[in-house]
Structures are given as structure tokens and as C-alpha cells.
Nanobody, 122 residues
């Protein structure tokens, strides 16, 4: 069992930056891929970024490529999402996920955090 807790959401102006953190409990976090997803009001949850178990490979949605960076520190059981050049359309609840998905962009992921709100004002 892995419990995930996200930190770092908040309100930021367009063009600003935020860094989200997701801390995992359990000793096997390094065995799992990790991903970030987001869900805006009235929209389906969508893939943002994923990182392989050892952090050697990352995958991004086209909408965030070049602006967001996913990373992980397995010694700290933590995965990060650095978000730069934020846009109002990035406003959403951001969720952290971990697991051994068949597809990194769609899962299924086994474990999910409760989400953290990111609001970007224009």
C-alpha cells in the first residue's frame, strides 16, 4: 500500500511558477512509476507528466511540454512538478499517482493522492 499526499498548490498570476510535491509513504515507492494528472471544473481528468521508476525517462502532455518539469527523489519518497510560465488554462486540481501502468499517459495507476488546487489568474 502506498499513500500519496500532494503539497504546493495555490494561487499564482499568469506567467508565474509553482512547484508541487507529492510525498509517498511506504518503502517501495522507487518500484513505481509516478505521474501527475489534473482536472479542471467540468472537464475530464487529463494526463500532465510521468516519470519512470528511477527517473531516467519522463513523458509530458503537449500542453505543458517546455513549461513543466517532473522529477523525483526516491530517497525522500517524493515526486515533484515544477510549473513555469503558468497560464490560466492550467487552473485545475492536480493529482499525483503511482503504480505500474500499462500506459504512462493513461494508466491505470494503482495509487492516487487527494489532489491540490492550482489557480492561475490572468
Amino acid at each position: 500500500q502506498v499513500n500519496l499526499v500532494e503539497y504546493g498548490g495555490g494561487l499564482v498570476q499568469a506567467g508565474g511558477s509553482l512547484r508541487l510535491s507529492c510525498r509517498a509513504s511506504g518503502r517501495t515507492f522507487s518500484s513505481y512509476a509516478a505521474g501527475w494528472f489534473r482536472q479542471a471544473p467540468g472537464k475530464d481528468r487529463e494526463f500532465v507528466a510521468a516519470i519512470f521508476r528511477r527517473g531516467s525517462t519522463t513523458v509530458y502532455a503537449d500542453s505543458v511540454k517546455g513549461r513543466f518539469t517532473i522529477s523525483r527523489d526516491n530517497a525522500k519518497n517524493t515526486v515533484y512538478l515544477q510549473m513555469n510560465s503558468l497560464k490560466p488554462e492550467d487552473t485545475a486540481v492536480y493529482f499525483c499517482a503511482a503504480g505500474q501502468p500499462a500506459y504512462y499517459t493513461s494508466g491505470p495507476y494503482d495509487y492516487w493522492g487527494q489532489g491540490t488546487q492550482v489557480t492561475v489568474s490572468s
